[in-house]
């Protein structure tokens, strides 16, 4: 009886302890637990890094390529109007072309076209100045390169058809004491003239120095 009661007091003691080890496991293993909820909670709560550098880098490329689409087409709009105001006399069918030109050094330049009625025939063109002398197919070939870089129509001003003449003819402008021109414009009756004459003496020009007949250009 004895052994038999030292035994069951022994098996209570080792149940008490199994008891107490098994509660604070429990314990233990819920800290563990609510440990890890809190983890990831905090792991839930947190915001995504958001880069703003490359958003506002998007943003500017974006910005970018519309203003490099609205220069592009403000530079065709431009360049479109450019060609519309600026025609080659070659292109506008002139019926006749007759430039006369004084330089400072008292040398006169002829420059000639009259578009021939067939398209065989030759157009009648003179080129003439110092000791040059172009006549025939040889002048209408060079008076028609000539024309296709001569930028004027009927409504050009004295000082405009100056620069025209100066950059096509290879004159320079401070060279030019005086120049006469006279084209025969299709859609207008009458030619139309420019009469330029270089300033005296630092005087500006004077009606009687200049003369354009707008007659014709107001129509």
């Given at each position: 009886m004895?052994k038999?009661?030292?035994s ?8 008490t ?5 098994g509660?604070?496991n429990?314990?233990?293993n819920n ?12 792991e839930v709560?947190e915001?995504p890094?958001?880069d ?6 998007n943003?500017?490329e974006i910005n970018n390529n519309?203003d490099l689409?609205t ?5 065709e709009?431009n360049n479109?109007m ?5 025609e080659a006399?070659m292109?506008q ?5 007759d ?18 009625e067939?398209e ?16 025939g ?7 028609e390169?000539?024309l296709s870089?001569?930028m004027i ?5 004295e000082e ?5 003449v100066?950059?096509?003819?290879d004159?320079?402008e ?6 006469d021109?006279t084209?025969?414009f299709p ?7 420019w ?6 003496d ?5 009606e009687?120095?200049v003369?354009?007949?707008t007659e014709?250009?107001?129509e």
């Amino acid at each position: 009886m004895k052994k038999f009661t030292i035994s069951m007091t022994t098996t209570a003691a080792l149940l008490t302890l199994a008891a107490c080890n098994g509660g604070e496991n429990d314990e233990a293993n819920n800290g563990n637990n609510l440990g890890g909820e809190n983890n990831q909670e905090e792991e839930v709560n947190e915001e995504p890094e958001v880069d703003m550098a490359d958003n506002n880098k998007n943003d500017n490329e974006i910005n970018n390529n519309d203003d490099l689409e609205t220069n592009d087409e403000t530079n065709e709009l431009n360049n479109d109007m450019d060609e519309e105001e600026s025609e080659a006399v070659m292109d506008q069918d002139v019926e006749d072309f007759d430039l006369n030109v004084t330089l400072v050094d008292d040398s006169q330049w002829t420059f000639t076209y009259t578009p021939a009625e067939n398209e065989d025939d030759t157009p009648d063109a003179t080129v003439s100045g110092d000791d040059l002398e172009l006549e025939g197919e040889e002048a209408a070939e060079e008076m028609e390169a000539y024309l296709s870089d001569f930028m004027i129509d009927a409504a050009s001003d004295e000082e405009e058809v100056l620069t025209a003449v100066a950059d096509t003819f290879d004159f320079s402008e401070e060279d030019i004491e005086s120049y006469d021109l006279t084209i025969d414009f299709p859609e207008h009756e009458d030619a139309t003239e420019w009469s330029w004459q270089a300033e005296d003496d630092g005087e500006g020009n004077d009606e009687n120095d200049v003369g354009f007949d707008t007659e014709d250009n107001n129509e």
